[in-house]
């Protein structure tokens, strides 16, 4: 088993006119699979990407890809929020 630490990024969100409407989040190694949503408050929108990025990982084993790593991520300092994923 090995264990993947992936950073994602949730900020506010805003509807055509420039209105604060939710929270965007997406995880910048997995956008491209599909690693992106939304919530109302910032906690729906974090533990929507949590969830989403474990179900990303998860169809990547099962259809043998090979799983992004971070480049510098033993070494990064970061505030930022994370999801760890276990495979």
């Known amino acids: 088993m090995k264990t993947y630490n992936f950073k994602v990024v949730v900020e506010p969100d805003q509807d055509f006119d420039g209105n604060p409407s939710g929270w965007h989040a997406y995880c910048p190694a997995l956008e491209q699979k599909g690693a992106s949503t939304w ?14 990025v474990r179900m990303v990982v998860e169809s990547m084993v099962e259809h043998g890809e090979q799983i992004p790593e971070e480049p510098g991520d033993q070494v990064e300092v970061t505030v930022e929020p994370r999801v760890v994923v276990t495979v």
């Open 39 to 52: 919530g109302e408050t910032q906690a729906e929108a974090l533990k929507r990407i949590d969830d989403l």
